[in-house]
């Protein structure tokens, strides 16, 4: 039986873990909320960019012409041989089931490429999303550590223009992303977002939308170097999003998982208490028939 000063010791241990878990989960719900407020200010930004590539296609022959030899958009003649999966995850564990959720989705996606008769690579955002690739021995062609918590956007800025850079020069013919959208403290999904190409239908308007406004812009030098210039900064804000989403959820990850390790330990503690208290009634019990038994000896 454990004697008093183990058990003492065992809940110094404990309380000290509590402490630590405490910490985290306090420095993990001021980075989601940090990150909540980024993703909140560069949603306007992505609609923005989003309604001017579509204002730009609904703007008469001239938009739709704008798609000639553009690309970053469809061509529905080419088929598509090699994808490039992009995935985001922590850097850290202690976060609960994010990090294998998103690389289960990621590699449900690679096996659903491969039957497809695609060569499938990963391009890792994140050290565990690498390990676990890694580990399944996949080809990883590039990657970044050190960024998952607290992307900027110039991170988002230089990942963007590489995948864009691979896309065309023909190294890859379609690039997707595995990332967590945040939904609320406690809620986050993964999901997958093909990235590259983009597909004209997405952003075309039906016949049923009102399509006015876009017949009455008029597009300097012209809709097609408009286009151009706006498709890297939607990219990039596409990129940027899915980032920022990521370190949302990521921190709420930590977080919950943080404050079931607090309740964790507060129960152990409770428990330790217990028992000491049992122990240190056994040992006094046990010095009062001592001390009886020595007095009776003594008559």
């Given amino acids: 039986m454990a004697t008093m000063r183990d058990i003492k010791g065992r809940i110094r241990s404990v309380t000290t873990t509590k402490k630590t878990t405490k910490a985290m989960n306090l420095v993990s719900s001021a980075k989601m909320a940090r990150a909540r407020g980024r993703l909140h200010a560069a949603n306007p930004y992505f609609t923005l960019t989003r309604k001017a590539i579509s204002d730009i296609l609904n703007s008469g022959p001239a938009g739709l012409a704008s798609l000639t030899d553009n690309p970053i958009f469809e061509d529905e003649t080419k088929v598509a041989k090699k994808s490039l999966i992009v995935i985001i995850s922590n850097d850290r564990g202690l976060c609960g089931g994010y990090n294998a959720n998103i690389s289960k989705m990621a590699a449900a996606l690679a096996l659903e490429l491969s039957n497809e008769g695609k060569e499938v690579s990963f391009f890792t955002i994140g050290n565990k999303g690498r390990e676990y690739f890694k580990r399944a021995g996949a080809v990883i062609i590039d990657g970044y550590t050190g960024i998952s918590e607290g992307p ?8 963007t223009q590489k995948l864009i850079n691979l896309y065309l020069s023909g190294e890859f013919d379609e690039v997707y992303i595995a990332y967590t959208q945040f939904v ?18 997405d ?25 151009s210039y706006i498709i890297p900064k939607y990219l990039g804000t596409a990129v940027y999003e899915t980032l920022i989403t990521s370190a949302a959820s990521g921190q709420g990850a930590t977080m919950t998982a943080m404050d079931s390790a607090t309740e964790n330990a507060e129960k152990i503690i409770g428990n330790l208490t217990l028992v000491l208290n049992r122990v240190r009634q056994a040992a006094i019990t046990q010095e009062i028939a001592e001390i009886v038994g020595g007095a009776n000896a003594l008559k």
Avoid: C, M, W
Avoid at 184 to 201: D, E, F, G, V
């Fill in 152 to 159: 900027s956007l110039e991170d988002s800025k230089e990942i």
């Fill in 203 to 227: 952003f075309v308007e039906s016949e049923g939308d009102d399509k006015a406004q876009g017949h009455t812009i008029k597009f300097e030098p012209s809709p097609k170097e408009v286009l």
């Fill in 184 to 201: 609320s403290a406690i809620s986050y999904n993964p999901k997958t977002l093909r990235l590259l190409p983009l597909n004209p239908s």
